[in-house]
Protein backbone atom coordinates (compact mmCIF):
# COMPACT_ATOMS: atom_id res chain seq x y z
CA UNK A 1 0.00 0.00 0.00
CA UNK A 2 1.71 3.48 -0.93
CA UNK A 3 0.97 6.77 -0.25
CA UNK A 4 1.22 9.65 -2.48
CA UNK A 5 0.09 13.30 -2.16
CA UNK A 6 -2.18 12.18 0.56
CA UNK A 7 -3.92 9.59 -1.26
CA UNK A 8 -4.05 6.35 -0.66
CA UNK A 9 -3.79 3.98 -4.05
CA UNK A 10 -4.24 0.32 -3.43
CA UNK A 11 -3.11 -1.80 -6.29
CA UNK A 12 -5.09 -4.59 -7.13
CA UNK A 13 -3.23 -7.58 -9.15
CA UNK A 14 -4.77 -8.98 -12.05
CA UNK A 15 -3.73 -11.73 -14.94
CA UNK A 16 -2.16 -9.16 -16.48
CA UNK A 17 -0.14 -6.25 -14.24
CA UNK A 18 -1.81 -3.57 -11.61
CA UNK A 19 -4.80 -1.41 -11.73
CA UNK A 20 -4.54 1.29 -9.70
CA UNK A 21 -7.70 2.33 -7.90
CA UNK A 22 -8.43 5.59 -5.97
CA UNK A 23 -9.97 5.36 -2.72
CA UNK A 24 -13.33 7.32 -2.57
CA UNK A 25 -13.59 7.37 -6.16
CA UNK A 26 -16.79 6.35 -7.51
CA UNK A 27 -16.12 3.89 -9.20
CA UNK A 28 -13.80 1.76 -7.48
CA UNK A 29 -13.84 -1.83 -8.74
CA UNK A 30 -16.36 -1.22 -11.45
CA UNK A 31 -16.18 -2.18 -15.23
CA UNK A 32 -16.69 0.89 -17.47
CA UNK A 33 -19.85 1.25 -18.62
CA UNK A 34 -19.14 -0.16 -22.33
CA UNK A 35 -18.05 -3.30 -20.96
CA UNK A 36 -20.86 -3.64 -18.41
CA UNK A 37 -22.95 -3.79 -21.98
CA UNK A 38 -20.49 -5.77 -24.34
CA UNK A 39 -20.73 -8.63 -21.18
CA UNK A 40 -24.30 -8.42 -20.58
CA UNK A 41 -24.60 -8.82 -24.26
CA UNK A 42 -22.64 -12.15 -24.66
CA UNK A 43 -24.74 -13.25 -22.03
CA UNK A 44 -27.64 -12.89 -23.58
CA UNK A 45 -26.26 -14.41 -26.82
CA UNK A 46 -25.31 -17.73 -24.48
CA UNK A 47 -28.48 -17.89 -23.37
CA UNK A 48 -30.52 -17.91 -26.57
CA UNK A 49 -27.88 -20.20 -28.11
CA UNK A 50 -28.75 -22.48 -25.50
CA UNK A 51 -32.30 -21.81 -25.74
CA UNK A 52 -32.50 -22.40 -29.37
CA UNK A 53 -30.07 -25.32 -29.80
CA UNK A 54 -31.54 -28.43 -31.54
CA UNK A 55 -30.18 -31.44 -29.45
CA UNK A 56 -28.77 -33.79 -31.97
CA UNK A 57 -31.00 -36.96 -32.87
CA UNK A 58 -30.98 -40.00 -30.71
CA UNK A 59 -29.01 -42.92 -31.88
CA UNK A 60 -30.38 -46.00 -32.89
CA UNK A 61 -32.07 -48.12 -29.89
CA UNK A 62 -30.48 -51.19 -29.30
CA UNK A 63 -32.76 -53.60 -29.84
CA UNK A 64 -33.12 -52.39 -33.38
CA UNK A 65 -29.61 -53.17 -33.88
CA UNK A 66 -29.41 -56.29 -32.75
CA UNK A 67 -32.31 -56.94 -35.16
CA UNK A 68 -30.31 -55.58 -38.23
CA UNK A 69 -27.07 -57.93 -36.95
CA UNK A 70 -29.31 -60.87 -36.81
CA UNK A 71 -30.24 -60.32 -40.21
CA UNK A 72 -27.21 -59.88 -41.72
CA UNK A 73 -27.78 -56.05 -41.61
CA UNK A 74 -24.65 -53.87 -41.83
CA UNK A 75 -23.97 -50.50 -43.17
CA UNK A 76 -26.81 -48.38 -40.66
CA UNK A 77 -26.92 -44.57 -41.26
CA UNK A 78 -30.00 -42.12 -39.85
CA UNK A 79 -32.15 -40.80 -43.52
CA UNK A 80 -34.13 -38.41 -41.68
CA UNK A 81 -35.23 -37.71 -38.37
CA UNK A 82 -39.10 -35.35 -38.98
CA UNK A 83 -41.91 -34.44 -37.31
CA UNK A 84 -45.00 -35.96 -38.75
CA UNK A 85 -47.58 -33.88 -40.81
CA UNK A 86 -51.06 -34.09 -40.99
CA UNK A 87 -50.89 -35.89 -44.36
CA UNK A 88 -47.96 -38.54 -43.52
CA UNK A 89 -50.90 -39.86 -40.98
CA UNK A 90 -53.47 -39.67 -43.50
CA UNK A 91 -55.08 -42.55 -45.38
CA UNK A 92 -56.52 -40.06 -48.06
CA UNK A 93 -52.52 -39.68 -48.57
CA UNK A 94 -50.91 -43.28 -47.78
CA UNK A 95 -47.70 -42.04 -47.86
CA UNK A 96 -44.67 -40.81 -45.69
CA UNK A 97 -42.78 -37.87 -47.34
CA UNK A 98 -39.02 -37.77 -46.88
CA UNK A 99 -37.85 -33.99 -48.54
CA UNK A 100 -34.61 -34.21 -49.96
CA UNK A 101 -33.56 -31.19 -47.97
CA UNK A 102 -34.14 -32.85 -44.69
CA UNK A 103 -32.15 -35.82 -45.82
CA UNK A 104 -28.90 -36.18 -43.09
CA UNK A 105 -26.84 -38.27 -45.51
CA UNK A 106 -26.84 -39.97 -48.62
CA UNK A 107 -28.59 -44.01 -48.39
CA UNK A 108 -29.10 -44.79 -51.96
CA UNK A 109 -26.69 -45.60 -54.36
CA UNK A 110 -25.43 -43.84 -57.60
CA UNK A 111 -27.71 -47.00 -59.59
CA UNK A 112 -30.83 -46.57 -57.10
CA UNK A 113 -30.87 -42.51 -57.37
CA UNK A 114 -31.03 -43.05 -61.49
CA UNK A 115 -33.49 -45.58 -61.12
CA UNK A 116 -35.44 -43.42 -58.94
CA UNK A 117 -34.96 -40.19 -61.40
CA UNK A 118 -36.44 -42.39 -64.23
CA UNK A 119 -39.88 -41.83 -63.55
CA UNK A 120 -42.41 -40.08 -64.84
CA UNK A 121 -43.76 -38.24 -61.42
CA UNK A 122 -46.70 -39.48 -59.89
CA UNK A 123 -48.15 -41.35 -63.01
CA UNK A 124 -45.41 -43.86 -63.96
CA UNK A 125 -42.46 -43.78 -61.07
CA UNK A 126 -39.99 -45.66 -60.54
CA UNK A 127 -40.23 -47.55 -57.33
CA UNK A 128 -37.91 -50.16 -55.69
CA UNK A 129 -39.44 -52.61 -53.07
CA UNK A 130 -37.28 -52.65 -49.56
CA UNK A 131 -37.86 -53.87 -46.30
CA UNK A 132 -38.95 -52.43 -43.47
CA UNK A 133 -38.96 -53.24 -40.00
CA UNK A 134 -41.23 -51.19 -37.61
CA UNK A 135 -41.09 -50.41 -34.04
CA UNK A 136 -42.24 -53.45 -32.94
CA UNK A 137 -39.49 -54.81 -34.82
CA UNK A 138 -42.13 -56.38 -37.23
CA UNK A 139 -40.57 -56.88 -40.90
CA UNK A 140 -42.73 -56.31 -43.96
CA UNK A 141 -41.86 -54.35 -47.10
CA UNK A 142 -43.05 -51.06 -48.65
CA UNK A 143 -42.43 -48.83 -52.43
CA UNK A 144 -39.55 -45.92 -52.24
CA UNK A 145 -40.66 -43.67 -54.43
CA UNK A 146 -39.58 -40.00 -56.10
CA UNK A 147 -42.18 -37.41 -56.06
CA UNK A 148 -41.51 -33.68 -57.95
CA UNK A 149 -44.08 -31.80 -56.20
CA UNK A 150 -45.24 -28.44 -58.20
CA UNK A 151 -45.92 -25.49 -55.39
CA UNK A 152 -48.44 -22.83 -56.41
CA UNK A 153 -45.74 -20.57 -56.89
CA UNK A 154 -44.43 -22.62 -59.47
CA UNK A 155 -41.15 -23.99 -58.41
CA UNK A 156 -40.75 -27.71 -57.30
CA UNK A 157 -39.95 -29.61 -54.36
CA UNK A 158 -38.01 -32.69 -54.74
CA UNK A 159 -39.02 -35.54 -52.21
CA UNK A 160 -38.90 -39.49 -51.43
CA UNK A 161 -41.81 -41.13 -50.29
CA UNK A 162 -43.08 -44.70 -48.66
CA UNK A 163 -45.92 -45.89 -50.38
CA UNK A 164 -48.28 -48.97 -51.09
CA UNK A 165 -48.36 -50.34 -47.29
CA UNK A 166 -48.07 -46.82 -45.81
CA UNK A 167 -51.38 -46.58 -44.77
CA UNK A 168 -51.19 -50.48 -42.24
CA UNK A 169 -47.79 -49.30 -41.15
CA UNK A 170 -49.18 -46.13 -39.51
CA UNK A 171 -52.29 -47.68 -38.51
CA UNK A 172 -50.61 -50.77 -37.08
CA UNK A 173 -48.33 -48.20 -35.30
CA UNK A 174 -50.52 -45.79 -34.05
CA UNK A 175 -48.42 -42.69 -35.71
CA UNK A 176 -50.09 -39.55 -34.99
CA UNK A 177 -49.63 -35.68 -36.31
CA UNK A 178 -46.48 -34.38 -34.02
CA UNK A 179 -45.11 -37.53 -33.56
CA UNK A 180 -41.06 -37.83 -34.16
CA UNK A 181 -40.04 -40.64 -36.15
CA UNK A 182 -36.57 -41.85 -37.44
CA UNK A 183 -35.99 -43.56 -40.99
CA UNK A 184 -32.94 -45.79 -40.52
CA UNK A 185 -30.88 -47.27 -43.96
CA UNK A 186 -28.95 -50.49 -43.75
CA UNK A 187 -27.84 -53.51 -46.23
CA UNK A 188 -28.17 -57.15 -46.69
CA UNK A 189 -25.83 -58.39 -49.42
CA UNK A 190 -25.51 -54.74 -50.75
CA UNK A 191 -29.85 -54.52 -50.98
CA UNK A 192 -31.55 -51.13 -49.44
CA UNK A 193 -33.54 -52.04 -46.50
CA UNK A 194 -35.00 -49.26 -44.18
CA UNK A 195 -36.37 -49.26 -40.18
CA UNK A 196 -38.68 -46.80 -38.65
CA UNK A 197 -38.49 -45.58 -35.10
CA UNK A 198 -41.38 -43.89 -33.62
CA UNK A 199 -40.01 -41.42 -30.58
CA UNK A 200 -41.79 -38.84 -28.60
CA UNK A 201 -40.17 -35.57 -27.66
CA UNK A 202 -39.89 -34.88 -24.07
CA UNK A 203 -40.32 -31.78 -22.54
CA UNK A 204 -36.09 -31.40 -21.88
CA UNK A 205 -35.61 -31.71 -25.71
CA UNK A 206 -34.56 -35.57 -25.39
CA UNK A 207 -36.66 -38.40 -27.22
CA UNK A 208 -37.92 -41.58 -25.74
CA UNK A 209 -38.84 -44.23 -27.83
CA UNK A 210 -42.50 -45.08 -28.39
Known amino acids: MDVVDGEMKIKKEYDQGFRVEHEGDDHQGRLPESSKIKKKKQKMAIRCDQQYTTPPPPDLPIKFRKRIRALGGSDIALVIQK ?14 SIPLNQIRQTFLTPQETEFLNSGDNKKKCSEMEVMLIEPPLRRGTISLRKWEMKKASGS ?27 LWSFRINSKLCLALV ?4 KSNGYFVEF
Open 156 to 182: VTSMYVLVGQWNSVAWRNALREDETVQ
Open 83 to 96: CLFKTDVSSDHNRL
Open 198 to 201: NRRA
